[in-house]
C-alpha cells in the first residue's frame, strides 16, 4: 500500500496500541470468560515422557470450538506439538461427547455440547517428545527431571482472547522431586501443588520445572522484586555452582536493572536445566525463562565460556520480547498468526544486550567479549546467501528458518537477525556514541524505550507493543541521525559483506590468524565441531555430538575450496591424506599444505559411495579476532565495562 496510506495505519495501530495490550483479530472475542477452567497435570510418569492430563471447562449447551496452542510465544511460529496429544477423551455428565477435527486448522476441534451439560471433562495423555524438534518440542522428560510448557496440556476455547480466560492449575510430580515456577501456589501437597488461576496466556507464559536433584539461590538477596536461579540437573554434582559463578549470576541481575532501569515482573526465576539428554535452548517468558544446556555447564571450563548468554539473553526478554514486543508478535492467542517482521528487534536486540550483560558481569572479559563479536561477524562475512536474501527476509521468513538446520545455513541463511542483530546494534551504539561525543550511547535509548511507563503497572504479561516507527523515534530522541535510512540499508541489503562498520566505529578490525582464540577454542570443544569455515570452507564433527559421526560434514561455504572441490554437508571424512579421519589431523594436513603446495586428498563416504576429493588449498588454518586500530577511540570496552 502506498506509504502515506502505511503510515497512517502504523499511526493508527500504535495509539490503540498504547491504550491496550495485544492487538486484536476480528474473530477473537475480547470478553471474560464465563467461569474458570481447571487444569492437573500428573508428571509421575516423567521418566517414560507420559504427562497425564485432566481439564475442565465450563460450557454452555450448542457448536463449540476448542483449540490446542498452535503459535507459540518465543518460538515466534506454529510449533505446538499436537502430534502428542493421545488418548483424548470429552465427556459431560459422564457422557462421552464426539468431536471433529477442522480441516483446515489441525489444532481447532469442533464439537456439539449436548443440552444439560455445562461443564466438559477433557481428558488426555501428552506423550512428550522422545527426540528430534525444537524448543518445547524437543526432549523435555528423563528419569531425573522434567520441564513442563502448560501449551503442551491444554485446551481452550478457541474464540476467545487468552488473557480473557481464567484457569486453575495443579501439578503432581514424581516422589522426592522438587519443583519451581513463576506461578502462584496456593496448596501444596507431598507430590505436588495447587496454583492460584491465572489466565491461559499466563498460564502458557509460566513454564514449571521438577527434579529429583534441585537447587535454589537467591540472585537477588533482600531485593525487591527478587529474582531466583532455579536448577535442576542430572547428577546431584552438576549442581555445583562456584561462589564466583554466583557472583557474576547476581552481577547479572544488577547490570540488568541498571541497564534497564525498571523491572516489570512481580518476581523472576530462572529454571536452569543441566541435562544431557534434554534439549538444548532457551525460551523466555515474563517472570522466568525455560534455560535448558549441557549437565557440567558449571563445572566444565569451556562449557561456562563458551555460552555463559544463555541466561543474560533469555532475562532480557523480560523486558525486550515480553513487557515490549512487536505488535505483530503481541497476538491475542495461540490460534492467531504471528508476523516476524521485527524479530531484529526482539531477538536482535536482545542477542546483543544479552552479550553486553553477560560481559558486564563478569561472565566474559572484555576480551571474550570481543573474541565472541569477532565470531559473529566472520560468520555473517562468510555468508553468500547476503546476495540473495537480506537480513529483512530472515525475520518476515523466521517460521521456517528456525527448522532448517545446518546444511548450507551460509547460503539459505537462517534466523540470522539473531547474529546479526548484535552486529547491526553495536553500528547503533558505537554511532550514537560516536555523535554525541561520548555523552551518550544506546543505554540511554534502552531506558526509554523498556524503562518505567505509568500507564502499565508493574504487574505481569500486561504487553506493550511498539512499531518500526517508534523504534526510529526513539533513536532520534536520544541522538539525532537518519536512523531510518540507515535501518533500511541494513535490512534491505543484499551487500555480500556484513556490515562491520560498529567494530571499525569501536576502534577495532577483524582479522584470521593461525590461531583460535580461546572462546573459539572452547566453542569447537562444546559444539564437538571443527570450524574451518575460513579456511578450506567446512564445518565437520570433531567428535561424536549431537546426531553427527565424528567425520560427518555439518556445513560447506557456498563458492569455498571444499565447495569447489565437491564436498557438501551430510558427506563424511573416512581419511585425510590416507589417514582415517582425525580433527587435529585435519588441521596438520592445512598446515603441510600450507608449506609442500600439495592438494588435500579426502576419503569421502556419500551415502553408500565412496570417492576420493582433492582439495587445492595452501593458505593454512584461519581463525577470526579483532585487532586494535591505533589512533582510533576504542569504544568497544566501555561497551563491555560494569556500569
Ligand atoms: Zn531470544
Given at each position: 500500500?502506498?506509504?502515506?496510506i502505511?503510515r497512517?495505519?502504523?499511526l493508527?495501530?500504535f495509539?490503540?496500541?498504547?491504550?491496550?495490550?495485544p492487538?486484536?483479530d476480528a474473530?477473537?472475542i475480547d470478553?471474560?470468560?464465563p467461569?474458570?477452567?481447571?487444569l492437573?497435570?500428573?508428571?509421575?510418569?516423567?521418566?517414560r515422557?507420559?504427562?497425564a492430563v485432566?481439564?475442565?471447562?465450563p460450557?454452555?449447551?450448542?457448536p463449540l470450538?476448542?483449540?490446542?496452542?498452535?503459535?507459540?510465544p518465543?518460538?515466534?511460529?506454529?510449533?505446538?506439538?499436537i502430534?502428542g496429544v493421545t488418548?483424548?477423551k470429552i465427556?459431560?455428565?459422564g457422557?462421552?461427547i464426539?468431536?471433529r477435527?477442522?480441516?483446515?486448522?489441525m489444532y481447532?476441534?469442533h464439537?456439539?455440547v449436548?443440552a444439560?451439560v455445562?461443564?466438559?471433562d477433557?481428558e488426555?495423555q501428552f506423550l512428550s517428545p522422545t527426540?528430534g524438534?525444537?524448543?518445547?518440542?524437543?526432549?523435555?522428560a528423563?528419569p531425573r527431571m522434567v520441564?513442563l510448557?502448560?501449551?503442551?496440556v491444554?485446551f481452550y476455547p478457541a474464540?476467545?482472547?487468552?488473557?480473557r480466560?481464567?484457569?486453575?492449575p495443579?501439578?503432581?510430580v514424581?516422589?522426592g522431586w522438587?519443583?519451581a515456577t513463576?506461578?502462584e501456589?496456593?496448596t501444596?501437597?507431598?507430590d505436588?501443588?495447587?496454583f492460584k488461576?491465572v489466565s491461559v496466556?499466563?498460564?502458557?507464559?509460566?513454564p514449571?520445572m521438577?527434579?529429583r536433584?534441585?537447587?535454589?539461590?537467591?540472585?537477588?538477596p533482600?531485593?525487591n522484586?527478587?529474582?531466583?536461579?532455579n536448577?535442576?540437573a542430572?547428577?546431584a554434582?552438576?549442581?555445583d555452582?562456584?561462589?564466583?559463578?554466583?557472583?557474576?549470576?547476581?552481577?547479572l541481575?544488577?547490570q540488568?536493572?541498571a541497564?534497564?532501569g525498571?523491572?516489570h515482573?512481580?518476581?523472576y526465576?530462572?529454571?536452569?536445566?543441566l541435562?544431557?539428554?534434554?534439549?538444548?535452548f532457551?525460551?523466555?517468558h515474563?517472570q522466568?525463562?525455560d534455560?535448558?544446556t549441557?549437565a557440567?555447564f558449571f563445572?566444565s571450563?569451556t562449557a561456562?565460556?563458551?555460552?555463559?548468554a544463555?541466561?543474560?539473553h533469555?532475562y532480557v526478554h523480560s523486558w525486550?520480547g515480553?513487557f515490549?514486543r512487536?505488535?505483530?508478535l503481541?497476538?491475542p492467542?495461540?490460534g492467531?498468526?504471528?508476523k516476524?517482521?521485527?524479530?531484529?528487534v526482539?531477538?536482535?536486540?536482545?542477542?546483543?544486550?544479552?552479550?553486553?550483560?553477560?560481559?558486564?558481569?563478569?561472565?566474559w572479559?572484555?576480551?571474550?567479549?570481543r573474541?565472541?563479536?569477532?565470531?559473529t561477524?566472520?560468520?555473517?562475512?562468510?555468508?553468500p546467501?547476503?546476495a540473495w536474501?537480506?537480513?529483512?527476509?530472515?525475520a518476515?521468513?523466521?517460521q521456517?528458518?528456525?527448522?532448517?538446520?545446518n546444511a548450507?545455513?551460509n547460503?539459505?541463511r537462517?534466523?540470522?537477525?539473531y547474529p546479526?542483530?548484535?552486529l547491526?546494534?553495536?553500528?547503533?551504539?558505537?554511532?550514537i556514541?560516536?555523535?554525541?561525543?561520548?555523552?551518550k550511547?544506546?543505554?540511554?535509548?534502552?531506558?526509554?524505550f523498556y524503562g518505567?511507563d505509568?500507564?502499565f503497572?508493574?504487574?505481569s504479561h500486561?504487553v506493550?507493543?511498539?512499531d518500526f516507527?517508534?523504534?526510529?523515534?526513539?533513536l532520534?530522541t536520544?541522538?539525532p541521525?537518519?536512523w531510518?535510512a540507515l535501518l533500511?540499508?541494513?535490512?534491505?541489503s543484499?551487500?555480500?559483506?556484513?556490515?562491520?562498520?560498529g567494530?571499525?566505529?569501536?576502534?577495532?578490525?577483524?582479522?584470521y590468524?593461525?590461531?583460535?582464540?580461546?572462546l573459539f577454542k572452547?566453542s569447537q570443544k562444546?559444539?564437538?565441531?571443527?570450524?574451518?569455515m575460513?579456511s578450506?570452507?567446512?564445518i565437520?564433527a570433531?567428535?561424536?555430538?549431537r546426531g553427527a559421526?565424528?567425520?560427518?560434514?555439518?556445513?560447506v561455504?557456498?563458492?569455498?575450496?571444499a565447495?569447489?572441490a565437491g564436498?557438501?554437508?551430510?558427506?563424511k571424512i573416512?581419511a585425510?591424506n590416507?589417514e582415517?579421519?582425525?580433527?587435529d589431523?585435519?588441521?596438520a594436513?592445512l598446515?603441510?599444505?600450507?608449506?609442500?603446495k600439495?592438494p588435500?586428498?579426502l576419503?569421502?563416504?556419500?551415502?553408500?559411495?565412496?570417492s576420493?576429493?582433492k582439495?587445492n588449498y595452501?593458505?593454512g588454518?584461519k581463525?577470526p579476532r579483532?585487532?586494535?586500530?591505533?589512533?582510533k577511540p576504542?569504544?568497544?570496552?566501555?561497551?563491555a565495562?560494569?556500569k
Open positions: 500500500m502506498p506509504s502515506m502505511r497512517a495505519a502504523a493508527a495501530l495509539t490503540a496500541a498504547a491504550a491496550l495490550t492487538l486484536l474473530k477473537v470478553a471474560a470468560y467461569g474458570t477452567l481447571t492437573k497435570v500428573d508428571l509421575s510418569d516423567a521418566a515422557k507420559i504427562f485432566r481439564e475442565t471447562m460450557v454452555k449447551a450448542g470450538k476448542i483449540a490446542f496452542p498452535k503459535w507459540i518465543g518460538e515466534h511460529g506454529p510449533t505446538g506439538p502430534e488418548g483424548l465427556s459431560g455428565n457422557q462421552r464426539e468431536w477435527r477442522d480441516l483446515e486448522d481447532v476441534l464439537l456439539e449436548p444439560g455445562s461443564t466438559l477433557i488426555f527426540g524438534g525444537s524448543f518445547g518440542a524437543g526432549v523435555s528423563t520441564v510448557e502448560w501449551n503442551q491444554l474464540d476467545y482472547h487468552g488473557g480466560v481464567q484457569i486453575a495443579s501439578i503432581k514424581p516422589a522438587e519443583f513463576a506461578l501456589k496456593t501444596a501437597t507431598a505436588g501443588a495447587s488461576p496466556t499466563e498460564l502458557i507464559d509460566s514449571l521438577a527434579g536433584h534441585f537447587k535454589r539461590i537467591d540472585l537477588a533482600g531485593a522484586p527478587p529474582v531466583m536461579l536448577i535442576a542430572d547428577r554434582e552438576n549442581l555452582i562456584t561462589d564466583a559463578q554466583i557472583k557474576q549470576h547476581r552481577n541481575v544488577k540488568a536493572v541497564l534497564f525498571a523491572q515482573y512481580d518476581h526465576d530462572f529454571l536452569l536445566a541435562s544431557d539428554k534434554t534439549n538444548h532457551g525460551l523466555e515474563h522466568s525463562s534455560d535448558r549441557v557440567d563445572t571450563p561456562c565460556l563458551a555460552d555463559p544463555l541466561l543474560p533469555e525486550n515480553k515490549r512487536p505488535a505483530g503481541a497476538t492467542n495461540a492467531v498468526p504471528m516476524g517482521e521485527l524479530l531484529w526482539y531477538e536482535g536486540l536482545t542477542n546483543y544486550l544479552g552479550e553486553v550483560l553477560t560481559a558486564r558481569s563478569g561472565m572479559t572484555a576480551e571474550q567479549y573474541d565472541s563479536v569477532a565470531m561477524a566472520a560468520a555473517m562475512d562468510h555468508r546467501g547476503r536474501r537480506p537480513l529483512r527476509d530472515t518476515d521468513n523466521a521456517t528458518l528456525y527448522n532448517t538446520g548450507w545455513s547460503y539459505r537462517s534466523v540470522d537477525f546479526e542483530g548484535t547491526l546494534w553495536l553500528d547503533i551504539d558505537t554511532k556514541r560516536e555523535l554525541s561525543g561520548g555523552k550511547s544506546l543505554d540511554d535509548y534502552i531506558k526509554i518505567k505509568p500507564a503497572a508493574r504487574t500486561d506493550k507493543p511498539y516507527d517508534e523504534v526510529v523515534k526513539t532520534n536520544v541522538q541521525a537518519d531510518k533500511h540499508s541494513r535490512l534491505d543484499t551487500e555480500v559483506r556484513a556490515p562491520l562498520d567494530i571499525a566505529r569501536g576502534g577495532w578490525k577483524l582479522v590468524t593461525d590461531t583460535p582464540t580461546e572452547a562444546e559444539s564437538k565441531m571443527l570450524n574451518l575460513y578450506l570452507g567446512i565437520v570433531s567428535d561424536k555430538g559421526e565424528p567425520g560427518e560434514i555439518v556445513d561455504l557456498w563458492g569455498s575450496p565447495f569447489e564436498l557438501a554437508p551430510g558427506l573416512v585425510v590416507g582415517g579421519f582425525d580433527g589431523q585435519l588441521v594436513a598446515t603441510r599444505a600450507q608449506k609442500d600439495a588435500i586428498e576419503l569421502v563416504h556419500n551415502q553408500d559411495y565412496y576420493t576429493v582439495i595452501s593458505e588454518p581463525y579483532l585487532i586494535r586500530v591505533e589512533g576504542d569504544l568497544m570496552t566501555p561497551i565495562a560494569a
